[in-house]
């Protein structure tokens, strides 16, 4: 696994392109495992969700515009979640140099979500159940959850192994855009790339370079791997 | 106009009662270890109604609802997506302030040598060692898995893991763990005599109890010295622990990236609302004990007064930190850190905001400074709840109000605690009246050798055409 | 010639002082007298000689065995199991500097009170006897005599003003 180290896994998101359709939070529901937890827990802002799109309305109406952003863990290199939990449930992993989350070490105290300037956490609240036939569908890549655990987004962390995997048993390198996640792999628009970053020939290499790329909440310090590029004025009529 | 006075207008000094003072009214001995011993002993069926009403409170509120909680999961308190800390956490924070009364009592008025702590450092002792394990019931209640909390302690494992260093809440778990034990034996020490006097005057339970307890104790010089010397180092100790411990829960929120929350002023802020809520509850703590225990002869006015000062000056302490932190806020802060000023006065916590002002600002204020209101029943009773009920509207709105704000605004959310939340915070409370109540009948509330000791060095000296107080230093 | 021991109780301190002047003229070993009272009274009130103190440095031994665990646990062990978190060096100095702290404050606090329970025990000067008047507030001299010497110390005492000079039981813990 140690010649695997040294990537720099990146998401660029194209917010030009982005149309809201929100295939990707169905899509990261269904590769990992994430619960449905109902309309009254979605009332009360429970909802399970690891990307989120968020929407903001601009104008008055009837110039109303809607921005769309699709959030997730911004995988932070300074990730302020991970020295405040107090099991080391949250840590920077030097292998794949991603902010992982150990579910079977979490003993929920949510410190690191109140601390995630991109509230891109989300907690176990119940047993949440897969009544027929959803437990049919679960991947068995990923745990299911029990209640009381923190989760986020893995960059779907499973397939990056997988891929991995796959790579060394055919002795070569990881080729780009071998390593899909589940939300990019379904945007309609590919508005969402993934790729490595330590690789000067891949299609995130290229993106980043645009003159509309910029990181959410940059100031903060935290130094995301999510690179957005600014979208220009987006109509809903 | 004339100027000068009249003879109507002359005013001459009062003659002060010496014997109104504790101190210069000592009683013989036999009668003043009868009187604590009675108290003691005394139990009434009120007493054992109360006790039963708390029993039943606290089986409700922790048994039933905090079993509830863990079988079916933390979605049955009100916390939610954005507000993942909610009234436990405030709980938390509000009894660790709590605590902070009895090391200020005891250890720092025993350092600057105030003598009017000589009756009541035990009892605001007892209310430290209580609140504290009120508080570190919080946070097991709050995690997620409870039952692996263990996973904090740092022990040998093989898991090859210890705990995280770098997590202010295991700070925590060290801070408020030393200052458990530290008030704790704290509270023991200066208790040992005292043991010795009840087991020279019980029989049967009783006094196999506080046989055991008083470890031999005879009272010779060097047992004497040897006490006074620890009682001394325990004294300066615990007042930097005591500093560290609020300090410490401070950051767990000054630690974070929240905007409010990102203050460096939160250490010294909430020490010194811990200080000002812990004074107060010992205000009324010792008031309500000292009616239905019938300790008049020990607690009286001027101890009352006193601290009643002490409340006014915290008073003075805690706006000027609140101001400082609401000043920078407001005038350049970021755009959330506006949103939350403007959530406070015009959102849905602002009535609470404002009763907090009233009862934390302007009632001390207005009334601690009269010396009637002071050394009255009911005014000192009132003003001291509504002290601490303001003091809980703070760590309410610090924890609950300000995460419903945040960066994105699409992620702003609401909170309101759930009838769970509420039962385990009556059964914690309950559980803190319970153990001070049983407690009570076990221990002597007064330190009878320490009132004692004070009695002996203070004596009546005639200077000019008053009679004063005096104190020799006997040390 | 039998040691019998037998036990004055005063109602003052005053008076006791005297007492025990008188007593040591009367040739009675420091090492067999022991004053106990209900109220700690300083060494030089009573004329006796002063207790040696180790406690401080039993305290002071303490807080060092509890910065060393603390310097451990927050050096030590990040060194043993690496992780990393958050971008911050694998051992903080800050942090490192809150859990020294409390735990040199849990040893200077565990020792003291260790400290002074062992104290307690050793070295005690004069004989193991008690009486409960003690705790009622009076103060009493306890010591060693030969036996033909009790009549005339006994005189001795209540001229110096002891409200009772008695033979107390036996201290049992």
Redo the contacts between chains.
């Keep these: 696994m140690s010649e695997h180290e040294g990537h720099r896994w990146t998401m660029v998101i194209d917010l030009d392109k982005c149309t809201g359709c929100q295939a990707c939070v169905v899509a990261c529901h269904a590769e990992n495992n994430v619960p449905v937890v109902g309309e009254d ?1 979605v009332r ?4 399970m969700h690891w990307l989120r799109v ?3 309305w601009e104008g008055e109406y009837p110039n109303v515009r809607a921005r769309f952003i699709p ?1 997730m863990c911004q995988q932070c ?12 449930a ?3 992993s ?1 292998v794949e140099n991603l902010n992982v989350q150990v579910y079977n ?7 690191c ?3 995630c ?3 891109a956490r ?6 949440y159940e897969f009544p027929e036939p959803l437990n049919e569908q679960l991947n068995p890549d990923v745990t299911v959850r029990r ?4 989760e986020k987004c893995t960059f779907c962390i499973q397939r990056i192994h997988r891929a991995e995997e796959a790579a060394d048993a055919e002795g070569r390198a990881i080729r780009d855009g071998e390593v899909q996640p589940a939300c990019a792999q379904s945007c309609p628009t590919e508005a969402m790339v993934f790729g490595d970053l330590s690789d000067p020939k891949s299609r995130v290499s290229s993106l980043v370079h645009s003159r509309r790329s910029f990181r959410l ?1 940059e100031e ?1 310090g935290t ?1 995301p791997a999510v690179i957005y590029l600014k979208g220009g004025q987006v109509h809903v009529v | 106009m004339s100027f000068e006075l009249s003879s109507e207008q002359l005013v001459w000094a009062e003659e002060e009662d010496p014997q109104e003072h504790l101190l210069l009214d000592p009683r013989p001995p036999e009668e003043m270890n009868r009187m604590i011993l009675e108290a003691m002993s005394r139990t009434g069926p009120r007493f054992w109604i109360g006790v039963g009403i708390l029993g039943v409170l606290i089986l409700v509120g922790l048994v039933g609802a905090w079993g509830y909680q863990i079988v ?4 049955v308190a009100g ?7 909610g009234v436990y956490i405030a709980n938390f924070v509000f009894w660790i302030g709590i605590s902070h009364s009895g090391t200020f009592v005891s250890a720092i008025l025993r350092v600057f040598k105030a003598e009017f702590r000589r009756p009541i450092t035990r009892a605001s002792e007892m209310m430290t060692t209580f609140a504290l394990i009120v508080a570190g019931m919080y ?1 097991l209640i ?5 039952w ?2 263990y ?2 302690v740092p022990y040998p494992n093989q898991r090859q ?1 210890w ?2 260093f ?5 700070w925590d ?1 060290m801070a408020i763990f030393t200052y458990l034990i530290g008030s704790t034996l704290y509270l023991y020490l200066p208790l040992i005599p005292d043991m010795a006097m009840a087991r020279d005057r019980t029989t049967g339970w009783r006094y196999r109890l506080y046989r055991l307890l008083a470890l031999g104790w005879r009272g010779t010089e060097a047992e004497w010295h040897h006490l006074k010397t620890a009682i001394t180092i325990f004294a300066f100790a615990i007042i930097p622990v005591m500093f560290s411990v609020h300090t410490i829960v401070s950051w ?1 929120f000054g ?4 905007v409010g929350w990102h203050s460096s002023i939160f250490g010294p802020y909430f020490v010194t609302g811990a200080i000002f809520s812990g004074v107060s509850a010992v205000a009324t703590v010792l008031l309500v004990v000292r009616k239905a225990m019938k300790l008049e002869y020990f607690l009286r006015a001027e101890h009352f007064d006193s601290i009643g000062k002490l409340i006014l000056v915290f008073s003075f302490a805690w706006t000027y930190f609140f101001f400082a932190d609401y000043l920078t806020e407001w005038y350049g802060g970021e755009a959330v850190g506006k949103e939350l000023l403007t959530l406070q006065a015009r959102g849905p916590v602002a009535p609470l905001w404002y009763i907090m002002l009233v009862t934390n600002i302007l009632i001390p204020w207005l009334t601690l400074w009269n010396r009637k209101v002071r050394r009255s029943f009911w005014g000192l009773l009132l003003v001291t709840l509504g002290v601490n009920v303001g003091m809980y509207i703070e760590r309410y709105i610090i924890v609950t109000g300000f ?1 419903t704000r ?6 702003w ?2 909170y309101s605690p759930s009838l769970v939340e509420i039962l385990i915070s009556i059964g914690s409370l309950s559980t803190f009246i319970f153990l001070y109540a049983v407690a009570s009948r076990l221990i002597p509330l007064v330190p009878i050798w320490e009132v004692r000791e004070g009695q002996i060095t203070h004596s009546l000296r005639r200077i000019g055409r008053a009679l004063v107080p005096t104190v020799t230093e006997l040390e | 010639m039998t040691a019998k021991v037998l036990m004055a109780l005063f109602d003052r301190v005053d008076p006791v002082a005297e007492a025990l002047e008188k007593l040591r003229q009367q040739g009675i070993d420091e090492h067999d007298i022991a004053v106990i009272s209900g109220v700690p009274y300083p060494a030089r009130v009573l004329g006796r000689p002063m207790v040696w103190e180790r406690l401080p440095w039993i305290a002071l031994s303490g807080a060092f065995v509890g910065f060393l665990i603390g310097l451990f646990l927050n050096a030590g062990t990040p060194l043993l199991y690496p ?6 060096p694998l051992i903080p100095l800050p942090p490192t500097a809150v859990i020294t702290y409390e735990f040199t404050m849990m040893g200077l606090i565990v020792s003291t009170f260790l400290g002074v329970l062992w104290e307690s025990t050793f070295p005690s000067f004069g004989p193991k006897h008690y009486h409960s008047e003690i705790s009622n507030g009076r103060i009493g001299i306890l010591f060693r005599c030969p036996e033909e010497r009790i009549h005339e110390l006994h005189e001795l005492l209540r001229a110096q003003g002891a409200q009772e000079v008695i033979e107390p039981e036996e201290w049992t813990l």
């Design positions: 827990e009360m802002g429970r909802a968020e929407r903001y959030i290199e300074n990730a302020p979640c991970e020295p405040v939990c107090p099991v080391f949250t840590y920077h030097q070490r979490c003993i929920g105290t949510r410190y979500a109140n601390n300037p991109y509230i989300t907690f176990n609240w119940f047993d209640r009381g655990i923190m909440l903060l130094e | 079916t999961g933390m979605g916390i939610r997506r954005p507000v993942y800390w946070p709050h995690l997620g898995r409870t692996r909390f996973w904090m893991l705990p995280n770098h997590s202010p809440l295991v778990m767990d630690m974070t990236m929240k995460l945040n960066r994105l605004p699409f992620d959310g609401v | 992780i990393r978190v958050g971008g911050q």
